[in-house]
Nanobody
Framework: QVQFVESGGGLVQPGGSLRLSCVAS????????MAWYRQAPGKKREYIAS???????NYAESMEGRFTISRDGARNTIWLQMNNLNADDTAVYYC???????????????WGQGTQVTVSS
């Protein structure tokens, strides 16, 4: 089973930006859809965005405009560029495969450790 390692989180002030990375233990070229998720304290894990191997993207409605997902199959890596962060974005961020790009699609692999993002002044 492919494993994912997320990085790039940290403490950032409101309005700031971060770029998260997710490196897979093997090629992601066979994983048609890759996605980012996050889990805030006391809340369920929620979907952020996904991207197909052709570069087609999909975003949760509340994330669109501030977050940008990208991938590089040659580097087995996906990224999440996050701008104009606010306190509600504080969470642990995870990547995973996804069964599809449409609403209702589900994660397909094992979860990694995630990377903590804290937005605070």
């Amino acid at each position: 089973q492919v494993q994912f390692v997320e990085s790039g989180g940290g403490l950032v002030q409101p309005g700031g930006s971060l770029r998260l990375s997710c490196v897979a233990s093997e090629s992601i070229n066979s994983i048609y859809v890759m996605a980012w998720y996050r889990q805030a304290p006391g809340k369920k894990r929620e979907y952020i965005a996904s991207i197909t191997s052709f570069g087609i993207t999909n975003y949760a409605e509340s994330m669109e405009g501030r977050f940008t997902i990208s991938r590089d199959g040659a580097r087995n890596t996906i990224w999440l560029q996050m701008n104009n962060l606010n306190a509600d974005d504080t969470a642990v961020y995870y990547c995973n495969g996804r069964s599809g790009i449409r609403r209702g699609s589900t994660p397909t692999g094992d979860w990694g450790q995630g990377t903590q993002v804290t937005v605070s002044s």
